[in-house]
């Protein structure tokens, strides 16, 4: 069910009920922190291992102080410089937060989300949430309020019309005075760079020890998908099949061999096609392609988040 009451959603959280909320990165699927059957749900209605830690979402760097041992200065100056907004910080964890939150690491996932809904929602409640992505485990990150009424019909869901940024928070941690990025996300590494220096990335896919959950496959479609430089040699080799191109700018070709042609960003700009990248696999998919053949974007920026994401929807 989806509504805009938000006296109905907190009530909901109240009672332990998971309920859908907007964000400007994707809707989440949220909960009490303080609350661990509530927390349970989170994880078995998304079907999520427990292994892979929550992101508790705040209404103020205060509340995100409350729940910490340490906010180191790094910390301090992303936050002041990027909350409310999609950077999500690791810091180590006081005893208000259950293991349950953080999968038993010593540390937490923290964020103000900036979306007008989410926060008038905080700060209505006497606790933070915990809101990761309101899909089920592995599948298409949702951007809008049909989308997690898709997966989950029985949900309360707020609605807060198509996410802004699109795509999910980049997601650092910190290792005495070395910032360390663990999720490409939102804020690209160069703006984060600008305020705090050079980072270290620490996002290859061996790296899942350090920042667990992070699967290889994951956002994908029910059908196949490659990404690729050179979209249009890709589709020269592929026969027998319906397939879905999702260009950068501009459709490079018109083919019978394509059934749907779609274009992330006519205005060119990477900001638009994060916008737009999780919406255009969503509809892809209700058309029912087999295969969906991305064009890579430039590796550099916002690029790179969503190429990052193109290649977990890739991976079998
Ligand atoms: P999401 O699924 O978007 O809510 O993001 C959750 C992701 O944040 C997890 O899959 C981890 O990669 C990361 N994460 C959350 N908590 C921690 C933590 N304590 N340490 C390292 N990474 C974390
Ligand atoms: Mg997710």
């Not at 103000?112 to 809904?117: L, Q, R, S, T, V």
């Amino acid at each position: 069910m989806i509504t805009t009451d938000l006296t109905l959603i907190k009530q909901q959280l109240e009672q332990g009920e998971v309920v859908g909320i907007p964000t400007e990165t994707v809707y989440g699927i949220a909960a009490n922190i303080f609350d661990e059957q509530a927390i349970d749900k989170i994880f078995s209605t998304k079907k999520r291992p427990n292994s892979n830690p929550l992101i508790v979402h705040v209404k103020s760097i205060e509340q995100a102080k409350s729940l910490v041992l340490d906010f180191p200065k790094k910390a301090e100056l992303l936050a002041s410089r990027f909350w409310p907004g999609p950077l999500t910080l690791i810091l180590p964890k006081n005893k208000l937060v259950s293991d349950k939150v953080s999968s038993n690491q010593p540390t937490v996932a923290i964020r103000i989300p900036n979306h007008e809904k989410a926060l008038e929602l905080l700060n209505m409640l006497d606790f933070p949430i915990a809101a990761p992505s309101a899909n089920p485990y592995n599948r298409i990150s949702p951007t809008r309020s049909s989308h997690v009424e898709n997966y989950f019909p029985q949900m309360a869901i707020l609605e807060g019309g198509h996410c802004t940024a699109g795509v999910e928070s980049t997601i650092l941690s910190f290792e005495g005075d070395n910032v360390l990025l663990l999720r490409h996300g939102a804020i690209s590494i160069e703006e984060i760079e600008a305020v705090v220096g050079r980072i270290s990335d620490r996002t290859a896919f061996d790296s899942t020890h350090i920042s667990p959950g992070r699967s290889k496959k994951h956002y994908s479609p029910l059908c196949d998908l490659i990404i690729s430089y050179e979209p249009l040699f890709v589709l020269s080799a592929i026969q027998h099949k319906k397939v879905g191109m999702l260009w950068f700018n501009q459709v490079k070709i018109d083919s019978p061999k394509v059934s749907v042609n779609k274009v992330l960003a006519p205005s060119g700009t990477f900001k638009e096609a994060a916008a737009n990248m999780y919406d255009s696999l969503h509809q892809l998919e209700k058309e029912g392609v087999d295969l969906i053949i991305v064009e890579r974007l430039p590796n550099h920026g916002l690029g790179r988040t969503i190429n990052d994401r193109f290649e977990r929807a890739a991976a079998k």
